[in-house]
């Protein structure tokens, strides 16, 4: 493979361990760290059985995120009111994952759809001539998937070390800074993927899949610093 070139095609061979190395050792090991050798060959991966605990780890991530805007939002706009019609569904550790798990099939669902369709939109952009849509989706929920875990395995931690939700929240511990990193890993690992199985644009790729969405990252996560810094 010429990584010099502007174009990269379409990945043929099949990676020779995917058929014997176990499916978590895949997504932990492969996926996080050789992601390259991760997408060369999906053709186990892309099996419904795969895809869908993987959409919906992605969609129990986005739930645990939105959870924690609307606890932002309360702050933001001191509502007493708001904070106490939050507090009724998550008073409690089983409460709240009652509710995550409930949101997270509605978010995967439209994760899969919708950003999926996005993704695929973008995809086209960078160059690419009639894309598969269900491989484009695969490598999105995936790629995406480097995001989910931490923040689903993260919020487990907090789970076993709080009584509920609200103590964790309110804990003001900073590690937990740490899993913003993801987000931009997964950029790389999502960037990555699409060179790896489709023939595309390499500056254009860069721009839609790493440069645009990070700058995105940044702008959020330096609004929410800005707020706590006051």
């Known amino acids: 493979m010429n990584n010099d070139s502007d174009q990269i095609g379409v990945i043929s061979h099949p990676n020779p361990l995917s058929k014997h190395t176990p499916i978590w050792q895949e997504l932990v090991i492969e996926l996080f760290f050789q992601p390259r050798k991760f997408f060369s060959d999906l053709s186990i991966l892309m099996q419904t059985k795969y895809v869908i605990p993987v959409t919906w780890a992605f969609g129990i991530s986005e739930a645990i995120d939105k959870i924690d805007e609307e606890m932002l939002k309360s702050e933001v706009h001191t509502s007493s009111n708001r904070m106490q019609y939050i507090a009724g569904f998550i008073d409690t550790w089983p409460h ?53 875990a931490p923040s689903v395995i993260f919020t487990l931690i907090q789970t076993a070390m709080y009584d509920n939700y609200f103590q964790s929240y309110n804990s003001g511990d900073l590690w937990p800074v740490l899993i913003l990193i993801f987000p931009f890993w997964s950029l790389i690992t999502s960037y990555t993927g699409i060179r790896t199985t489709f023939t595309v644009s390499k500056w254009k790729a860069r721009t839609w899949f790493i440069i645009l969405p990070g700058l995105l990252y940044l702008v959020i996560f330096g609004g929410v610093f800005a707020y706590f810094a006051q």
């Open 96 to 148: 709240y994952w009652m509710v995550v798990l409930g949101y997270g099939v509605i978010s995967a669902l439209f994760l899969w759809w919708v950003g999926g369709w996005w993704y695929h939109k973008r995809l086209v952009w960078c160059g690419a001539v009639d894309p598969d849509v269900r491989l484009t989706r695969v490598i999105y929920i995936y790629a995406s998937f480097v995001i989910a």
